[in-house]
């Protein structure tokens, strides 16, 4: 009878410590894992992120080395020659004429990188009234003969400049946000994505900042780039934290 009780015992037990172990360890990963790719990209202080003029790679900022060009899976294709010490946290590219400008949170100026890629020429200074140290332009975009500029906090803006007059044409306070840390002009529909990697959420607005949707990231420790491809309904997102390229599956 011991014997009996003792085998009813180990069948009831050893399941429930399967199961116990299955909940804690790999079958949680696959929900995620259907959602994004993950990639390492070796850029330590990954900031910012745009297309290269033939949408086949990737246009990439550190704020602490440099200027690159990505696969998209994340390797490194070449670094630019430029040799500054700058605090890069925004990129972007005229896909027509090829310009690239990138933002400088330092010393809050967008600069267009010259031709041969090795010095920059000021496009404009950004001047936020009462601006907090280490709290200014994260995030650049063009479109349509416009810089969309977001400063990241302290306040959280979303401003237009207009590169035909070379004046700032409009600026907004962002409510929705608390970090605001990349921005990505769609010209799909003429909408914006901005990251916010305080709130770990990607979010699609209008070009006048109202909220279209939301979708949470919260897998990804510091978002601070963010291109999108609509017509793959894809999204990448890069983390300064890691280094880490995030290929997510759009859900909004």
Request: charged residues 25%; proline residues 2%.
């Amino acid at each position: 009878m011991r014997s009996f009780i003792f085998v009813i015992f180990i069948s009831i037990f050893l399941p429930s410590c399967f199961l116990d172990n299955d909940l804690d360890g790999g079958n949680q990963q696959e929900i995620p894992t259907e959602a994004y790719q993950v990639y390492h990209t070796s850029i330590t202080g990954l900031s910012g992120l745009c297309f290269s003029r033939n949408a086949n790679t990737f246009l990439a900022v550190s704020d602490k080395i440099g200027i690159f060009e990505l696969s998209k899976e994340g390797v490194i294709v070449r670094k630019f020659p430029y040799s500054g010490s700058n605090d890069f946290e925004g990129i972007t590219i005229n896909p027509v004429t090829e310009d690239i400008y990138l933002a400088d949170e330092g010393q809050m100026r967008v600069y267009q990188l010259s031709k041969d890629e090795k010095s920059l020429v000021t496009v404009t200074d950004v001047f936020i009234p009462n601006a907090v140290f280490n709290k200014g332009i994260e995030g650049l975009s063009f479109g349509n003969d416009t810089l969309y500029i977001v400063n990241h906090e302290s306040p959280t803006l979303l401003m237009k400049y207009d590169l035909k007059t070379m004046k700032e044409v409009s600026r907004v306070k962002v409510e929705f946000a608390a970090y605001l840390s990349d921005i990505f002009y769609d010209d799909f529909d003429k909408t914006l994505w901005i990251c916010d990697s305080e709130k770990k959420k990607i979010i699609h607005c209008d070009i006048n900042g109202q909220v279209l949707g939301i979708q949470n990231i919260d897998y990804i420790s510091k978002a601070e780039a963010i291109v999108v491809d609509r017509v793959a309904g894809l999204a990448w997102v890069g983390c300064d934290a890691t280094g880490n390229l995030y290929r997510i599956k759009l859900t909004i």
